[in-house]
């Protein structure tokens, strides 16, 4: 009976003890954390300006400023910029939106925007891996400025991400956003979703699914028209193979796209691209951004210094089954290009390197979409006949007519280019 009191006393004190030490070592984490993202994100700068550790929690304030140019919309060249008002309940029971939950560590923040921008809420656990998952969630905007009208309404995000941050899953979306500039041009855009998974390794860049759908993307420009995009959907997903080569696979399909009041579709389209050298895409995506502020023939001296590599493994780029169905007729399109065996001084000159590529174009056209596309053209030149311009091209070799329309074949091999079967000369 003695021994039992004096266990049950000694898990009482562990358990009494716990919130403290849990406190201690979850600013440790905490620090290294936001270290590790601050230093793998270079649109996002996090500093802490404050920790205080107490008992069963701590609190902190963060100062997070987000420079990327696209933001700009909301607070100008400065960048989007908070103050972030953080509470860590100390485990290992932390409060959640369910209740009381089993966790290292629970973090709830409050972003208070410093300039324009929206406020938003973050809530997260850290579990007994110090992997943190937890949800994001911006506050219901509207402002209306001299330069533009801005809406976002329901933008949440749940994740998980482990210690390293080297994997993460994510899914949210948006209820609506709008965008418009004081000259009437802009985009809307309504229940949108957003899926991924992505990992990344010592050797190669994140890979790993990503599915987007929405219910309806728009797009208006003053002086031209609107073009309005119903359901769209964009599947893609990449993976490392056993030689460490990155194979990625995209499809999309858009089921009806309204161009300035015309409806079009559906449109869709696969598009795989396999044996690119992950470690080199690594090293050029890192040296591409540490020369994003340089000239633009520094990125293109970057690039060129890592081709011999990308290229080493005979990657393929393949485009199947693109189609559009228009009013008066349908595109299909295949597209197809690779690199023939090659050595490493042909992969060093794009000249070289024009001789060991190997490409293949395939267009059909039905024969109402081909007469539509030649009045427009000949309407554009000032009213010529269609029939008269469309011989031309058919005497011309440029287009091809058969039983199921026209079609267009274009086969780029040793650096000479055949059109419809007859070769083109092009100087290299």
Known sequence: MKKTLIAVALVLLVLAAMPYAVGWVASMQYRQMVQRIDAQNASLKLEVTSYQRGFFSSSARLRATFTDPRLQIFAGSAGLSYDVEQTISHGPLVPTEHGLGIAVAGIRSVWHSTGAGPDANFDALLDTGTNMSGRFAVADYDQISNQATIQLHGLKLDFSVNRDVTHFDLVGGVDSAAYTSNMGDGAALKSLVVTMTAE?????????????????????????????????????????????????????????????????????????????????????????????????????????KYLPALLRNKPVIELKDFSL???????????????????????ASPFTLLQTA?????????????????????????????????????????????AAGFRVDVIFAQGQVRLNGKPLQIPL
């Open 325 to 347: 169905q228009t009013p008066t007729g349908r595109l299909i399109t295949q597209f197809r290009a690779d690199v023939d065996q090659a050595t490493s001084a042909q992969l």
């Open 358 to 402: 190997h490409a293949e174009l395939h267009a059909r056209i039905e024969a109402g979409l081909m007469h539509s596309l030649a009045a427009y053209y000949a309407k554009q030149q000032g009213g010529g006949d269609p029939d008269a311009l469309l011989k031309q091209l058919l005497g011309r070799n440029l287009v091809q007519q058969d």
């Open 200 to 304: 990344r390794g010592a050797n190669h860049p994140w890979v790993g699914p990503f599915k987007v759908t929405a219910a309806e993307l728009e797009v208006h420009a003053a002086q031209l028209g609107s073009v309005r995009v119903e359901n769209p959907q964009f599947n893609a997903d990449s993976q490392v193979d056993a030689n460490n080569n990155l194979q990625a696979h995209s499809d999309a399909r858009f089921e009806t796209i309204h161009i300035f009041g015309e409806p079009y579709g559906p449109l869709q389209w696969q598009l795989n691209v396999t044996n690119l050298d992950a470690q080199a895409i690594l090293d050029l995506s890192r040296e591409l951004q540490h020369s994003s502020g340089a000239q633009a023939n520094a990125q293109t001296v970057a690039f060129m």
